[in-house]
């Protein structure tokens, strides 16, 4: 079945870097395309940025352009999120998502939390 299982939340303090990977299995990840969402308490889940099937199309909101970067390895069947320069408001559960059409699939999520 298909499987999302995103690792590399933590900790960290305002300023500092995370890099959340996610490892897909159970489908054909390259004819996926993907995206990074995140959650924070009391909000709703936002998309954080978004890849087509191979790292040439890529897309992220306003908040964090300039700072994440999204990619993925085809040939490893996994999806990166390179998180830089973070601030308390990046503190959320992050998800992973795979859209093969017509649905969609989630990872159970990874907690970053951006605290001094």
């Known amino acids: 079945q298909v499987q999302l299982v995103e690792s590399g939340g933590g900790l960290v303090q305002p300023g500092g870097s995370l890099r959340l990977s996610c490892a897909a299995s159970?489908?054909?990840?390259?004819?996926?395309?993907m995206s990074w969402y995140r959650q924070a308490p009391g909000k709703e889940r936002e998309l954080v940025a978004a890849?087509?099937?191979?790292?040439?199309?890529?897309t992220s909101a306003d908040s964090v352009k300039g700072r994440f970067t999204i990619s993925r390895d085809n040939g490893k069947n996994s999806l990166y999120l390179q998180m830089n320069s973070l601030k308390s408001e990046d503190t959320a559960v992050y998800y992973c998502?795979?859209?093969?059409?017509?649905?969609?699939?989630w990872g159970q999520g990874t907690q970053v939390t951006v605290s001094s």
């Open positions: 890849i087509g099937t191979t790292n040439s199309t890529t």
């Open positions: 159970g489908f054909t990840f390259s004819r996926a395309a």
């Open positions: 998502r795979a859209f093969l059409a017509p649905r969609s699939y």
